[in-house]
C-alpha cells in the first residue's frame, strides 16, 4: 500500500497523474461528485438554516467505501479536484464523507497536468477554500429551490414532465424573444448601388454609393443622370493601420470560435477540451481568464521566433474583464508550446490546433495593413461612389491565425488595383439593385454564449450543460427553416440603355440554428408572465455577482439564499393557487359544418387543433400536429385538413390502405401492420404509391433474418445499439459481431449467451407460485412476481431466503391498490 493516497475526480486524469509520481503515491478517481442533493426530495431545510442535507448515492456508495478503506491506510490523502468551485465542492464531499483527518490531509491545485506543474503542486500545498465550497452551496441550493419549486407549477399549470431552472429559463427566454424579434420584423426596401470600372491598364475594381436610394423612381433618376457621364477618380487616401491579435481562450470564447470554425456544438467542444485536458495536453478548460504564466509566454515567444523570426515576436498581457476570473488563473492554453499539433484523434487534433494557433497569435506582432480610401466623381450628378481596398504590408500574427465572426454581412475588404487622383475611369455598369433590411439573426449556440456570458448570465461551466437541457427538454430545437422566395427589382445601366430584371432570392432560411418549440414559447411566457424576477436579466446576473462575492468571502451564502426564498417561495403558492392555465390557444376561425370555434393550442399530448369548447355537451374534436406545424404558425386551412384523417387512400395486396393520425404521430394503417410516416413529412401528402413504398421497407426490416428452434429471428437498431428479437427477447449484438451479415452460428451464439445469463442470473424460481428471484446490479437482488419488482438491501444474501420470508416481503412492500374516496354532495 502506498503511503500518499491522491484522489482526483476523473479516471481518465489518474492516469496521467499517476506517470508522474513515484511509487509511494496511490491516484484513484472520485468519478466526481461523491455526495449530492437526494434525488426524490429537496433536501434543503428551509424551515431552519437553509442546509442542505447531501446524500451519497446508491451508484457511488462502492467507490465511497473503496476510497475511504484506502484513505484509512494512507499516512496522507491529497485531495487533488480541479480548482474551481465546483472542484473545492468535490475535495470538501470527499474530506467529509470519508471522514479525513485535517492532519493527514492537504489539497493540492494545479492549471495543467504536466510533470512541472504537479510536482509544485504537491510542493505547496493548501486547506480547503471554504468560501469557494460556500460558493458552489449557494447556486446548488439555489438552483435546487427554483427548480424543485417551479416544476411543479408547470407541471399543474401547463403540462406534465416540464422542468425550469434560474439559467435555462433566461436562456430560453433569450431565444423566444429573439424569434418574435424576427416574426414581427417588417423589411424596409430601399436600392443598393453599385458601379463596376476598369482602369487605363484595364483592371477592373467595384465601387458604391455610400447611401442608398429610399424608391426605385430615385434610383432610376440617378442611372438616368450617369448615361454618357466621365468618371474620374476625384480623392484617394492611403492611410496606415494595424490589426492586433484577439486574446488567448477562455471557456467562452473557445466555444464560439470551435462553433465558428469547427462547426463544434458547445457540449461538444467543453467534452473534447476534457479530454485534451486530462491528457496533459492544454491547460484547465474552464477559465474566464485570458491571462498566460510568465513561462508560457516565454516558451511562445521562443516557438514563434524559432518559427517564424524575431519580426513576429511580441510578447503581451491581455486584462480579464470578467468579476470572477479570480478564481482562474490562465487562459487555456497547450502545456507544450513547441507541440505545434498532435496525433489523438481527428476531433481533438482540430481543437487542439485551434488553441495552440490561437495562443502563439496572442503573443505575435500586429498586422501592418494599407488602407485605400477611393471617391469617385462624375460630370452629371454631385453623388460620390467609393471603393475601399486594404492591402497587408507585413502578415504578423495572420501568419497564423484570424479570429472567426458571427456577423454573416461583415464585409473583408479587397485588394484594389493601383489608382491615381484624377484619373479618367471607364464605366463597365451600373446597377441599383433592391435591398431589403434583414431581421435579427437567429442564435446559434456560440452566439447565446457569447450573449449570456454579456448579461453576466452563468459561468464557463454552465454554458454547454445549459444548452444541453433546453434541447432535451425540448423547449428549443435545432431547426431547419425552409424561408420563402421573394421577388426583388435590379436596375442596370450599360452603355446608354436601363435594363430591368426581376429576380428572385430565398428570405428567412436557416439551418441549425436555435429556435423555440411551441412548448418552449408556452412556459416561457407563463414563467415571464407569473415570475418575472426569475425570469429578469438583470436579476440573474445579479445573483452570479453575489455567487462571486461569496467565493472572494465578502457574503454569507446562507442569508443570500434566506433573503431570495423569502419572497420567492409566497409568489409560487400564489400562481400554484391562483394562475390561469396556459393553453398557448389560439382563434384560428369557425368549423363551416358545426359553427364551432377552431383553436390551436396545447394539448395533454402535445401541440393539436380542437373544434368546439370542452364545455359543450358534445365532446371537442382534436388533431394533432403534423411535421413542422407550430401553434404559433399554423394556418386555419391547414388545421381543418388534419380533420380529413384517417382517410383511406387505395389498396394493396387485396387490403385497404389508410393514412391516420395517433398519439406518436401520422401513421400509415395496412391489414395488422402500422407504419409510421416519416417525421416533417405530411401525412395528407401521402397517396398510394408513397404508402407502398413504406410499408415494403417495414415489411423489409420486419422480415425474419433467420429460425432457431422453430422461432423467427428478426434484427433491429434501437436506442442502446442494433439488436436481434427472439422469442420475444431483445438480444443486444456487441462489436464482436459484424451486425449486417450475421450467420446462423453467430445468430445461435447470441441466443444461447442471452438464454444462459438469464439462467445464470435467476436465485430461485418459484413457478407454481409464479414468483423468481434474480441477481440484480450492484451486489443487490430483485424479488418478482407479475410486474411488481422489489429491491433488496444489498446486506441480504438471497441466496439464503425461503418462499415464506419472500411472500412475507412481498407482502409488506408491493404497491397497494388504489381505491377511489366518493364525493358526496348535499342537496
Given at each position: 500500500?502506498?503511503?500518499?493516497?491522491?484522489?482526483?475526480?476523473?479516471?481518465?486524469?489518474?492516469?496521467?497523474?499517476?506517470?508522474?509520481?513515484?511509487?509511494?503515491?496511490?491516484?484513484?478517481?472520485?468519478?466526481?461528485?461523491?455526495?449530492?442533493?437526494?434525488?426524490?426530495?429537496?433536501?434543503?431545510?428551509?424551515?431552519?438554516?437553509?442546509?442542505?442535507?447531501?446524500?451519497v448515492s446508491s451508484d457511488k456508495k462502492p467507490v465511497v467505501k473503496k476510497l475511504k478503506s484506502l484513505a484509512k491506510k494512507?499516512?496522507?490523502?491529497?485531495?487533488?479536484?480541479?480548482?474551481?468551485?465546483?472542484?473545492?465542492?468535490?475535495?470538501?464531499?470527499?474530506?467529509?464523507?470519508?471522514?479525513?483527518?485535517?492532519?493527514?490531509?492537504?489539497?493540492?491545485?494545479?492549471?495543467?497536468?504536466?510533470?512541472?506543474?504537479?510536482?509544485?503542486?504537491?510542493?505547496?500545498?493548501?486547506?480547503?477554500?471554504?468560501?469557494?465550497?460556500?460558493?458552489?452551496?449557494?447556486?446548488?441550493?439555489?438552483?435546487?429551490?427554483?427548480?424543485?419549486?417551479?416544476?411543479?407549477?408547470?407541471?399543474?399549470?401547463?403540462?406534465?414532465?416540464?422542468?425550469?431552472?434560474?439559467?435555462?429559463?433566461?436562456?430560453?427566454?433569450?431565444?423566444?424573444?429573439?424569434?418574435?424579434?424576427?416574426?414581427?420584423?417588417?423589411?424596409?426596401?430601399?436600392?443598393?448601388?453599385?458601379?463596376?470600372?476598369?482602369?487605363?491598364?484595364?483592371?477592373?475594381?467595384?465601387?458604391?454609393?455610400?447611401?442608398?436610394?429610399?424608391?426605385?423612381?430615385?434610383?432610376?433618376?440617378?442611372?438616368?443622370?450617369?448615361?454618357?457621364?466621365?468618371?474620374?477618380?476625384?480623392?484617394?487616401?492611403?492611410?496606415?493601420?494595424?490589426?492586433?491579435?484577439?486574446?488567448?481562450?477562455?471557456?467562452?470564447?473557445?466555444?464560439?470560435?470551435?462553433?465558428?470554425?469547427?462547426?463544434?456544438?458547445?457540449?461538444?467542444?467543453?467534452?473534447?477540451?476534457?479530454?485534451?485536458?486530462?491528457?496533459?495536453?492544454?491547460?484547465?478548460?474552464?477559465?474566464?481568464?485570458?491571462?498566460?504564466?510568465?513561462?508560457?509566454?516565454?516558451?511562445?515567444?521562443?516557438?514563434?521566433?524559432?518559427?517564424?523570426?524575431?519580426?513576429?515576436?511580441?510578447?503581451?498581457?491581455?486584462?480579464?474583464?470578467?468579476?470572477?476570473?479570480?478564481?482562474?488563473?490562465?487562459?487555456?492554453?497547450?502545456?507544450?508550446?513547441?507541440?505545434?499539433?498532435?496525433?489523438?484523434?481527428?476531433?481533438?487534433?482540430?481543437?487542439?490546433?485551434?488553441?495552440?494557433?490561437?495562443?502563439?497569435?496572442?503573443?505575435?506582432?500586429?498586422?501592418?495593413?494599407?488602407?485605400?480610401?477611393?471617391?469617385?466623381?462624375?460630370?452629371?450628378?454631385?453623388?460620390?461612389?467609393?471603393?475601399?481596398?486594404?492591402?497587408?504590408?507585413?502578415?504578423?500574427?495572420?501568419?497564423?491565425?484570424?479570429?472567426?465572426?458571427?456577423?454573416?454581412?461583415?464585409?473583408?475588404?479587397?485588394?484594389?488595383?493601383?489608382?491615381?487622383?484624377?484619373?479618367?475611369?471607364?464605366?463597365?455598369?451600373?446597377?441599383?439593385?433592391?435591398?431589403?433590411?434583414?431581421?435579427?439573426?437567429?442564435?446559434?449556440?456560440?452566439?447565446?454564449?457569447?450573449?449570456?456570458?454579456?448579461?453576466?448570465?452563468?459561468?464557463?461551466?454552465?454554458?454547454?450543460?445549459?444548452?444541453?437541457?433546453?434541447?432535451?427538454?425540448?423547449?428549443?430545437?435545432?431547426?431547419?427553416?425552409?424561408?420563402?422566395?421573394?421577388?426583388?427589382?435590379?436596375?442596370?445601366?450599360?452603355?446608354?440603355?436601363?435594363?430591368?430584371?426581376?429576380?428572385?432570392?430565398?428570405?428567412?432560411?436557416?439551418?441549425?440554428?436555435?429556435?423555440?418549440?411551441?412548448?418552449?414559447?408556452?412556459?416561457?411566457?407563463?414563467?415571464?408572465?407569473?415570475?418575472?424576477?426569475?425570469?429578469?436579466?438583470?436579476?440573474?446576473?445579479?445573483?452570479?455577482?453575489?455567487?462571486?462575492?461569496?467565493?472572494?468571502?465578502?457574503?454569507?451564502?446562507?442569508?443570500?439564499?434566506?433573503?431570495?426564498?423569502?419572497?420567492?417561495?409566497?409568489?409560487?403558492?400564489?400562481?400554484?393557487?391562483?394562475?390561469?392555465?396556459?393553453?398557448?390557444?389560439?382563434?384560428?376561425?369557425?368549423?363551416?359544418?358545426?359553427?364551432?370555434?377552431?383553436?390551436?393550442?396545447?394539448?395533454?399530448?402535445?401541440?393539436?387543433?380542437?373544434?368546439?369548447?370542452?364545455?359543450?355537451?358534445?365532446?371537442?374534436?382534436?388533431?394533432?400536429?403534423?411535421?413542422?406545424?407550430?401553434?404559433?404558425?399554423?394556418?386555419?386551412?391547414?388545421?381543418?385538413?388534419?380533420?380529413?384523417?384517417?382517410?383511406?387512400?387505395?389498396?394493396?395486396?387485396?387490403?385497404?390502405?389508410?393514412?391516420?393520425?395517433?398519439?406518436?404521430?401520422?401513421?400509415?394503417?395496412?391489414?395488422?401492420?402500422?407504419?409510421?410516416?416519416?417525421?416533417?413529412?405530411?401525412?395528407?401528402?401521402?397517396?398510394?404509391?408513397?404508402?407502398?413504398?413504406?410499408?415494403?421497407?417495414?415489411?423489409?426490416?420486419?422480415?425474419?433474418?433467420?429460425?432457431?428452434?422453430?422461432?423467427?429471428?428478426?434484427?433491429?437498431?434501437?436506442?442502446?445499439?442494433?439488436?436481434?428479437?427472439?422469442?420475444?427477447?431483445?438480444?443486444?449484438?456487441?462489436?464482436?459481431?459484424?451486425?449486417?451479415?450475421?450467420?446462423?452460428?453467430?445468430?445461435?451464439?447470441?441466443?444461447?449467451?442471452?438464454?444462459?445469463?438469464?439462467?445464470?442470473?435467476?436465485?430461485?424460481?418459484?413457478?407454481?407460485?409464479?414468483?423468481?428471484?434474480?441477481?440484480?446490479?450492484?451486489?443487490?437482488?430483485?424479488?418478482?412476481?407479475?410486474?411488481?419488482?422489489?429491491?433488496?438491501?444489498?446486506?441480504?444474501?438471497?441466496?439464503?431466503?425461503?418462499?415464506?420470508?419472500?411472500?412475507?416481503?412481498?407482502?409488506?412492500?408491493?404497491?397497494?391498490?388504489?381505491?377511489?374516496?366518493?364525493?358526496?354532495?348535499?342537496?
Open positions: 500500500m502506498a503511503k500518499n493516497l491522491v484522489i482526483v475526480e476523473s479516471p481518465a486524469k489518474a492516469k496521467t497523474i499517476e506517470k508522474f509520481l513515484g511509487k509511494d503515491f496511490q491516484v484513484e478517481s472520485s468519478f466526481g461528485h461523491i455526495a449530492d442533493l437526494p434525488s426524490k426530495e429537496l433536501g434543503i431545510d428551509v424551515e431552519g438554516d437553509f442546509m442542505p442535507k447531501y446524500s494512507a499516512d496522507t490523502v491529497w485531495l487533488a479536484s480541479d480548482e474551481d468551485r465546483e472542484g473545492e465542492a468535490i475535495a470538501w464531499h470527499l474530506f467529509e464523507q470519508l471522514k479525513l483527518k485535517e492532519e493527514n490531509t492537504k489539497r493540492i491545485v494545479f492549471h495543467e497536468i504536466t510533470k512541472k506543474a504537479i510536482l509544485k503542486a504537491v510542493e505547496t500545498p493548501r486547506n480547503i477554500d471554504y468560501n469557494l465550497v460556500n460558493a458552489q452551496q449557494a447556486r446548488r441550493v439555489l438552483d435546487r429551490l427554483v427548480g424543485y419549486e417551479l416544476s411543479p407549477v408547470l407541471w399543474r399549470k401547463v403540462k406534465g414532465g416540464l422542468s425550469a431552472g434560474r439559467v435555462q429559463s433566461v436562456a430560453v427566454r433569450l431565444i423566444v424573444e429573439r424569434e418574435r424579434e424576427i416574426m414581427s420584423f417588417k423589411p424596409e426596401a430601399s436600392y443598393k448601388v453599385v458601379a463596376q470600372f476598369i482602369t487605363s491598364e484595364g483592371k477592373k475594381f467595384k465601387a458604391n454609393l455610400p447611401k442608398n436610394f429610399e424608391t426605385k423612381e430615385k434610383a432610376a433618376a440617378f442611372l438616368e443622370s450617369c448615361i454618357g457621364a466621365d468618371f474620374k477618380v476625384d480623392d484617394l487616401q492611403k492611410k496606415p493601420a494595424k490589426k492586433s491579435p484577439a486574446p488567448p481562450f477562455t471557456t467562452s470564447t473557445l466555444q464560439q470560435e470551435a462553433s465558428r470554425k469547427l462547426y463544434f456544438p458547445v457540449a461538444k467542444t467543453m467534452m473534447i477540451a476534457q479530454r485534451l485536458y486530462e491528457a496533459g495536453l492544454i491547460t484547465y478548460m474552464r477559465t474566464d481568464s485570458v491571462n498566460l504564466s510568465n513561462d508560457a509566454k516565454n516558451d511562445a515567444q521562443q516557438e514563434i521566433i524559432s518559427s517564424y523570426g524575431e519580426a513576429y515576436s511580441k510578447p503581451r498581457n491581455f486584462s480579464t474583464k470578467s468579476k470572477g476570473a479570480q478564481e482562474a488563473h490562465e487562459a487555456i492554453r497547450p502545456t507544450d508550446m513547441s507541440l505545434s499539433s498532435i496525433s489523438v484523434d481527428y476531433d481533438q487534433d482540430r481543437l487542439y490546433d485551434l488553441i495552440w494557433k490561437r495562443t502563439i497569435a496572442s503573443q505575435m506582432s500586429e498586422a501592418q495593413l494599407e488602407r485605400t480610401n477611393v471617391k469617385i466623381a462624375n460630370n452629371h450628378n454631385k453623388k460620390v461612389l467609393t471603393a475601399n481596398g486594404e492591402m497587408i504590408k507585413f502578415e504578423g500574427f495572420l501568419k497564423v491565425y484570424l479570429e472567426g465572426t458571427d456577423n454573416e454581412d461583415e464585409e473583408q475588404a479587397g485588394m484594389l488595383p493601383t489608382l491615381v487622383k484624377g484619373e479618367l475611369l471607364s464605366n463597365k455598369n451600373i446597377t441599383a439593385t433592391e435591398r431589403y433590411t434583414k431581421a435579427p439573426y437567429r442564435f446559434t449556440e456560440a452566439s447565446l454564449v457569447k450573449r449570456l456570458e454579456e448579461l453576466g448570465i452563468g459561468r464557463p461551466s454552465t454554458y454547454a450543460p445549459t444548452i444541453s437541457t433546453i434541447q432535451k427538454r425540448e423547449y428549443i430545437a435545432k431547426g431547419t427553416v425552409e424561408g420563402e422566395d421573394r421577388n426583388y427589382t435590379q436596375l442596370k445601366l450599360k452603355g446608354n440603355e436601363i435594363a430591368t430584371k426581376i429576380l428572385t432570392e430565398k428570405v428567412g432560411s436557416d439551418k441549425g440554428k436555435l429556435i423555440p418549440t411551441d412548448i418552449g414559447n408556452i412556459v416561457n411566457d407563463f414563467l415571464v408572465e407569473n415570475f418575472s424576477n426569475i425570469l429578469d436579466f438583470g436579476f440573474t446576473a445579479k445573483v452570479e455577482s453575489e455567487f462571486d462575492d461569496i467565493a472572494e468571502g465578502k457574503e454569507d451564502w446562507i442569508a443570500m439564499i434566506k433573503e431570495f426564498y423569502k419572497k420567492f417561495h409566497p409568489t409560487v403558492e400564489d400562481v400554484a393557487e391562483n394562475a390561469d392555465r396556459a393553453k398557448g390557444e389560439r382563434l384560428l376561425g369557425v368549423d363551416p359544418e358545426s359553427g364551432k370555434n377552431v383553436y390551436a393550442r396545447l394539448g395533454r399530448f402535445g401541440a393539436m387543433v380542437q373544434i368546439g369548447e370542452v364545455t359543450d355537451e358534445e365532446k371537442p374534436r382534436f388533431a394533432s400536429l403534423q411535421g413542422d406545424q407550430t401553434l404559433t404558425s399554423i394556418t386555419y386551412e391547414e388545421a381543418m385538413d388534419l380533420f380529413k384523417l384517417p382517410k383511406k387512400i387505395g389498396g394493396f395486396e387485396g387490403e385497404d390502405v389508410i393514412v391516420a393520425n395517433g398519439r406518436f404521430g401520422p401513421y400509415i394503417k395496412f391489414h395488422k401492420m402500422y407504419v409510421s410516416i416519416p417525421r416533417g413529412e405530411n401525412p395528407m401528402s401521402v397517396d398510394i404509391n408513397r404508402a407502398i413504398e413504406l410499408i415494403k421497407e417495414k415489411q423489409k426490416a420486419d422480415a425474419p433474418i433467420a429460425e432457431y428452434e422453430n422461432l423467427p429471428v428478426q434484427k433491429g437498431v434501437g436506442r442502446f445499439g442494433p439488436f436481434i428479437k427472439w422469442n420475444n427477447i431483445f438480444i443486444n449484438v456487441n462489436k464482436k459481431y459484424d451486425f449486417d451479415t450475421l450467420s446462423q452460428a453467430d445468430i445461435v451464439e447470441l441466443i444461447e449467451d442471452k438464454k444462459q445469463k438469464e439462467i445464470d442470473k435467476i436465485i430461485h424460481n418459484w413457478e407454481d407460485e409464479g414468483i423468481r428471484v434474480e441477481k440484480a446490479r450492484w451486489g443487490r437482488s430483485n424479488i418478482i412476481k407479475g410486474k411488481t419488482k422489489i429491491e433488496l438491501a444489498k446486506t441480504v444474501d438471497a441466496s439464503k431466503l425461503t418462499l415464506n420470508e419472500v411472500k412475507e416481503i412481498i407482502e409488506k412492500n408491493a404497491p397497494k391498490k388504489k381505491t377511489t374516496k366518493r364525493k358526496v354532495t348535499k342537496k
